[in-house]
């Protein structure tokens, strides 16, 4: 089962809407949820809480430590409780998924997150679980740090709550370590926009081959 739950984030009221810090946002709704309250904790450099479901003890953790040294807060914690890679669930923005997208996925590479970086290092592993929320990508390499220190669009923020929505009603099969079924909730995709609807009277096809009737007067179909 996950036993720890870590939100990446920068800390600061500068940051607090910022797109990097969607993992942040992913632990505040678990955090309501578990009806639990997130406090600072110095000793492992981040706001933290602790309860208990079905009698195992689990954590959530806000890396306060900023983004590229996140690994020294939740390796600490780790080491301390002896919580394995497998136990930790990383939740944190990924660019190379559209905002309403997530996905789950256990161990590989960094990808260039730098918060991911540091964890791989202070864990000596890459087996953790990674909860990757889709911010979209800003179409070019060097705009990407602006991107993701700025606040997404309404739209956007909307969708990337809807999916922080469905990652959380997964906790039971978190806690139940149903991981396959955790990846079904949490891959499912927001609902496809309708399509408009078409006119009225508008003929299903146009043969661009043959000539075009005159528009003027209009003529009714008989079938």
Known sequence: MIRLFVGLGNPGPEYEGTRHNAGFWFVDEVSRALKTTLSMDKNYHGLLARTTVDGQTVWLLKPQTY????GKSVG??????KIQPEEILVAHDELDLPPGEAKLKLGGNHAGHNGLRDIHAQLGSDRY???RLGVGHPGLKAEVVNWVLKKPSL?????ID??????VKAL???FSNEMEKATMQIHTSK??????????NTPAQI???RPQPPKDPPCTLVS
């Open 67 to 70: 983004m590229n040294l996140s």
């Open 76 to 81: 600490g914690l780790a080491r301390f409780f």
């Open 129 to 131: 679980w990674r909860l």
């Open 155 to 159: 739209d956007h923020r909307i969708a």
């Open 162 to 167: 809807q999916t922080i929505d469905r990652a």
């Open 172 to 174: 039971p099969h978190f």
């Open 191 to 200: 609902p496809p926009r309708p399509k408009p609807a078409k006119p009225a």
């Open 207 to 209: 043969d661009i081959d």
